[in-house]
């Protein structure tokens, strides 16, 4: 019956506790370091709190359910979980592809911390990565990528590694479990930042990785016992706390988002708009045969830096901020952070707000900054 579920009950049940008299509803936090010890010392237990956490185990098996893998490990971040994964399969010697209109802290980190430990690094946009993972031996891909929204055709990606015998990771942070299950598509493991809409309220960082495959959960798992970049169970708290209400936030979102799309196309102070659910952007075909709903993030170009600064300052409901997936809207100008894109070009991450109010509120300030 599980499988059947829509995304608000799935997010539900996987967050809730089993119905155990006396237990609470809700799943408390246990800030614990250090626990009482058995006497049998083979018996599974929790003895520290770097290796484990019953907080983390319950919003590890909610993680897991939701993107549909057998085990799920927490992460003090999105970046610790991509970088954890990264340091156990891009060994010295292996060819890595990241991608190269992605996060650019992804590239960042391939380019500054693993290619002076002999790997070798390959950055391909969205469009070359499924050519450039005919030569892989891991393959990090980003999709829709952040923050152009072109999308990555991961059933090819995934039969193009699976021929080389590469490992394929795919960055699900954009459109969360409930817009895109990789792992179904022939991902070998999932990584995203739970920072933004599975948390959704702007006060934690977090990230995970999952999968299905034991000894490479292992392995990630052993990483992180080693390099210490644990999520703190209070911040797993908090993440299991939002995951009740992700399936109904993202939904929201996800129809916010396309409305505003299409507002957006016909504006006369936008260049261009990018979102995957409109029947005219170049990746809609793609992103309809692998997404179950676009995400909340549209893309567009104004005509200078001027104007995205104009477009947040006149907005009443859109919050000048660089993270993404929260409750309230907000557009960030990427350039400042060194994406390669126009001095114009501006990524909107819209929120819960009721969507007419949005749509009035972005339409009016940019007519505004466009006097």
């Not at 059933?155 to 817009?179: E, I, Q, W």
């Not at 990789?182 to 309220?201: C, F, I, M, R």
């Not at 995400?295 to 104004?302: A, M, N, R, T, Y």
């Not at 991450?349 to 900054?369: K, N």
Request: hydrophobic share 45%; with cysteine; net charge negative.
């Amino acid at each position: 019956m599980d499988g059947q579920y829509g995304d608000s009950t799935r997010s539900v049940t996987a967050s809730a506790t089993l119905g155990i008299a006396g237990a609470p509803v809700s799943t408390p936090p246990v800030p614990a370091s250090a626990y009482h010890l058995s006497a049998d010392e083979s018996a599974p237990q929790d003895v520290y709190g770097r290796s484990s956490n019953p907080t983390w185990r319950h919003l590890e098996s909610a993680l897991a359910t939701l993107e549909g893998a057998t085990a799920a490990l927490s992460f003090s971040s999105g970046m610790a979980a991509i970088t954890s994964v990264l340091r156990v399969l891009a060994t010295p010697g292996k060819r890595l592809v990241v991608p190269a209109d992605g996060y650019y802290q992804v590239r960042a980190y391939a380019l500054e911390s693993l290619v002076p430990q002999g790997v070798e690094v390959v950055t391909a946009s969205a469009s070359e990565m499924c050519d450039a993972a005919e030569h892989a031996d891991v393959v990090l891909a980003e999709t829709p990528v952040n923050p152009t929204l072109d999308v990555v055709d991961l059933h090819r990606l995934a039969l193009t590694c699976r021929s080389r015998g590469a490992t394929l990771v795919v960055d699900n942070t954009t459109p969360t479990p409930f817009g895109q299950q990789p792992l179904s598509l022939g991902a070998d493991l999932v990584v995203a930042s739970a920072t933004k809409a599975l948390a959704g309220h702007g006060d934690v960082l977090a990230g995970y990785a999952a999968g299905c495959h034991a000894d490479l959960m292992a392995a990630v798992e052993r990483e992180r016992l080693l390099s210490g970049a644990i999520l703190g169970p209070f911040e797993a708290w908090l993440v299991l706390r939002s995951l009740g209400s992700a399936g109904l936030r993202f939904e929201r979102q996800c129809h916010n988002a396309l409305a505003v799309a299409v507002m957006l196309r016909a504006h006369p102070a936008v260049r261009s708009v990018r979102y995957p659910g409109l029947p005219e952007d170049p990746s809609h075909e793609v992103a309809s045969r692998q997404m179950r709903r676009f995400g909340g993030l549209v893309s567009i170009e104004l005509a200078d830096a001027a104007a995205v600064h104009d477009l947040a300052s006149r907005s009443a409901l859109l919050v000048a901020a660089t993270s993404f997936g929260g409750i309230h809207s907000s557009v960030d100008r990427r350039a400042r952070w060194g994406d390669p894109v126009s001095d114009g070009f501006a990524r909107l991450s819209l929120g819960i707000e009721d969507t007419d109010d949005l749509v009035a509120d972005i339409d009016h300030a940019l007519q505004r900054a466009s006097r």
